[in-house]
């Protein structure tokens, strides 16, 4: 059982900031990547930031510098801090995770998705 659990989107601003947390539940054994998603309307579906277990991160130019992502290794929970909004952002963000359930086995899950508007 792993199971993501997004939370935190919403209405924002533009200019305005939003922090979108994302916790994986379940048996784990590790999360060697976990990452934030994000599709808008009538697009694909993009990748906006990853964060590795030793913490390297790599973020999608159009956010760098605007947006961080961050990880509780311990709760096996990601969170991406959002700043400078722009309606660009304006998807619905997925968490991904790739988990280790039991050694040697890797499998990839994804959350079902928080929409983030940015709108005056």
């Known amino acids: 059982q792993v199971q993501l659990v997004e939370s935190g989107g919403g209405l924002v601003q533009p200019g305005g900031s939003l922090r979108l947390s994302c916790a994986a539940s379940g048996s784990i054994f590790s999360a060697d990547v976990m990452a934030w998603y994000r599709q808008a309307p009538g697009l694909e579906r993009e990748l906006v930031a990853t964060?590795?277990?030793?913490?390297?991160?790599n973020y999608a130019d159009s956010v760098k510098g605007r947006f961080a992502i961050s990880r509780d290794g311990a709760k096996n929970t990601v969170y991406l801090q959002m700043n400078s909004l722009k309606s660009e952002d304006t998807a619905v963000y997925y968490c991904y995770a790739l988990i280790r359930r039991i050694v040697g086995v890797r499998n990839s899950y994804w959350g079902q998705g928080t929409q983030v508007t940015v709108s005056s």
């Open positions: 964060i590795a277990s030793d913490g390297l991160t």
